[in-house]
T-cell receptor, first 113, second 110 residues
Framework: GAVVSQHPSWVICKSGTSVKIECRSL??????MFWYRQFPKQSLMLMAT?????????EQGVEKDKFLINHASLTLSTLTVTSAHPEDSSFYIC?????????FGQGTRLTVV | QKEVEQDPGPLSVPEGAIVSLNCTYS??????FMWYRQYSRKGPELLMY????GNKEDGRFTAQVDKSSKYISLFIRDSQPSDSATYLC??????????FGAGTTVTVRA
């Protein structure tokens, strides 16, 4: 199947700093990518839909100024967690593909200390 | 009411047993039904998808959809310890957004 690469796989940052997570589709072009957040022992919660060349669409309750999404090319979307706080610590996962074959990145574990 | 309901388990079975997982959903507009497997600290991996009522088989895995009852199932035959993971059901309309169940943690005991 298609490959979606996510980087970094884990990151620790200090409270108040910003962290950027990259999501790349390696062997296909993705006009749309999705960003999810997953807390321990919970399901994936869709945060936003990233659209190439246009603004991202955020789900209700997700702060667009805190979670900045940029989809500058057909193979790369980035999620920047700005002014991170300990409550932002979570597992962030991106996906790309069709509605019947969504391929997920390996996830990024963010710990804010 | 959540769009997708899934019993989080955990579920523990002996090696060789049949694993039975299921989800219910609330909106009949959902058209596509998927099962993902997720190992600890990894992204989900697509196992199967279906779009019509009935059964779909792929090796040891069988996905079952009953649209009239809004009920989907995944069966794993001859389960192996390597099948130990969290299994998530996911459903979507035709808008690329996936709604996930809570995930069921399965342990297959050797």
């Amino acid at each position: 199947g298609a490959v979606v690469s996510q980087h970094p796989s884990w990151v620790i940052c200090k409270s108040g700093t910003s962290v950027k997570i990259e999501c790349r589709s390696l062997d296909f072009q993705a006009t749309t990518m999705f960003w999810y957040r997953q807390f321990p022992k919970q399901s994936l919660m869709l945060m936003a839909t990233s659209n190439e060349g246009s603004k991202a669409t955020y789900e209700q309750g997700v702060e667009k100024d805190k979670f900045l999404i940029n989809h500058a090319s057909l193979t790369l979307s980035t999620l920047t967690v700005t002014s991170a706080h300990p409550e932002d610590s979570s597992f962030y996962i991106c996906s790309a593909g069709s509605n019947t074959e969504a391929f997920f990145g390996q996830g990024t574990r963010l710990t804010v200390v | 009411q959540k769009e997708v309901e899934q019993d989080p388990g955990p579920l523990s079975v002996p090696e060789g047993a049949i694993v039975s997982l299921n989800c219910t959903y609330s909106n009949s507009a959902f058209q596509y039904f998927m099962w993902y497997r997720q190992y600890s600290r990894k992204g989900p991996e697509l196992l199967m998808y279906t779009y019509s009522s009935g059964n779909k088989e792929d090796g040891r895995f069988t996905a079952q959809v009953d649209k009239s009852s809004k009920y989907i199932s995944l069966f794993i035959r001859d389960s192996q310890p390597s099948d130990s993971a969290t299994y998530l059901c996911a459903i979507t309309r035709n808008d690329y957004k996936l709604s996930f169940g809570a995930g069921t943690t399965v342990t297959v005991r050797a």
